[in-house]
């Protein structure tokens, strides 16, 4: 008799992945595994119903949250891994998993997701560190092509992400993710809960890319727009904004505020004035 359909077929504990591969944690790749499947699990219960999506996975290790996605219902999983070692260790996953595990030995940074894989594409990953918010930052300038992401970042980066405006977190990570996307904490994870341990704790985030963006701009403009006004976020816009030439008297917003106090909508407002200016 075989055995049902849905269950996962047996495969070696993840401790034993990692000391039969030899997956001693490298700091360079931002390697923290998680071997808690109920962890992974409730990462994979996240991103909701998966019927008919590919989920894509950044860095899948030693194939933890890998195996939890692979539970879903989810068509495919592909999986772009750095480490040729971590790669070496998934094969047996894949497998386990006949032709729904795609493995790709690259540098995230350099791939073009959507490209990888057809639509509707989703994004689930334990992020590496180093790298996290630019790589979000590469995905948000072609956010319609993901229909959701659920990303583990640093907690002070999760904070970042979804601070509104007025807060000590709000600033330009949170205008350009906030422009075009919905951005939620779900949960805390305590940095005990990987192998090895990082030096802070962690937060899961729901990316929700909007369907338009919150107002009309440039995501270049937005960005040198905050980069200006946060770079100096004590001082009045007035003299903030001058060394890219706005008056943002001019885009009807007071010289005298301060970037923490503009809404994302307003930050637009300036990036679209900069626009004019320059052309
Ligand atoms: N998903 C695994 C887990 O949850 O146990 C590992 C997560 S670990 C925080 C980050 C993973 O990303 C590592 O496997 C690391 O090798 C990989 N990685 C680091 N930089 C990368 C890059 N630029 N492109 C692709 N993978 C990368």
Known sequence: MGAPPNTPPPLPPLRD???????????????????????????????????????????????????????????AVWAVEKDRRCVAALQALQDAYPGRLHILEADALEQDLAALTPAPRAIVANLPYNVSTVLLLQWL??????????????????????????????????VVTQWRAQVRPLFNVAKEAFTPPPKVASTVVEVIPRAEPLAPAKMTDLEKVTQAAFGQRRKMLRSSLKGIGLDPAQAGISPEARAEDLSVEEFCALARQLAAQTA
């Open 141 to 174: 300038r072609q956010a319609d092509q993901f229909t959701r992401m659920v990303l583990m970042f640093q907690k002070e980066v999760a904070d970042r992400l979804t601070a509104a405006s007025g807060s000590k977190a709000y600033g330009r990570l949170s």
């Open 17 to 75: 992945v990692i000391r039969d591969f030899g997956l001693g944690a490298r700091k360079s790749l931002g390697q923290h595994f998680l071997l808690d499947s109920n962890l992974t699990g409730r990462i994979a219960r996240a991103a909701g119903a998966l019927d008919g999506v590919n989920v894509i996975e950044i860095g899948p290790g030693p194939g933890g949250l890998t195996r939890a996605l692979l539970d879903t219902d989810a068509d």
